[in-house]
């Protein structure tokens, strides 16, 4: 049986290059079944406490958290925006905290990376993520992120030897866990 694997970029841009680098990663792995999702597919209004009480938590979150649950791996690329999430992307983490199930990541096999415009060799988001998403579920299996993503990577592949090098080990371990997993 194919193992299958979602992907996203955690921005609701329409430029956004973490949804470009969650697609040339899900594009990269082997004998994978992957699917890319778009936040934009999934809008919510902003979270609030009387919104789940009244009318209760959107479909497009629910939907959302019926995609995370059916995959065997997802990979999440991160935006960093003012050294935090996305306000889409944590908008909808509130919204699939509230549907039952506080590990929404329900302990999916996970490559956690992201990207940026930047020339920091590391993220806040990052280095954040790596310490909350296991409390919410994830079993962060590789992670990396890749700093200056118009210098390293130009239509569509790496251009620098060592940050290509650190990426597909990276992708290796999460494509080994994958291939290992039981049926």
Not at 50 to 71: C, H, N, R, T, Y
Not at 76 to 102: C, H, Q, V
Not at 154 to 180: N, S
Request: aromatic letters at 14%.
């Amino acid at each position: 049986m194919t193992k299958k694997v979602i992907a996203f970029g955690a921005s609701n841009s329409t430029q956004s290059i973490n949804k470009r680098f969650a697609e040339y990663t899900a594009s990269q792995l082997r004998n994978l079944e992957t699917t890319v999702l778009d936040l934009n597919n999934f809008e919510l209004p902003v979270y609030s406490i009387d919104l789940e009480k009244q009318p209760g938590v959107p479909s497009g979150a629910i939907q959302f958290s019926q995609f995370i649950q059916e995959p065997d791996g997802i990979i999440i690329s991160l935006a960093e925006y003012s050294g935090l999430y996305t306000s889409a992307f944590k908008n909808l983490w509130d919204w699939m905290s509230r549907i039952g199930n506080p590990r929404i990541w329900h302990d999916k096999a996970m490559f956690l990376q992201g990207t940026s415009p930047s020339k920091r060799p590391s993220s806040y988001v990052m280095k954040v993520s790596e310490y909350l998403f296991p409390l919410f579920g994830a079993n962060i299996i590789a992670s990396f992120h890749l700093p200056s993503f118009d210098f390293f990577f130009k239509d569509r592949q790496f251009v620098e030897p060592a940050q290509k090098e650190r990426f597909h080990e990276e992708l290796q371990k999460f494509q080994d866990y994958l291939t290992r997993l039981r049926p």
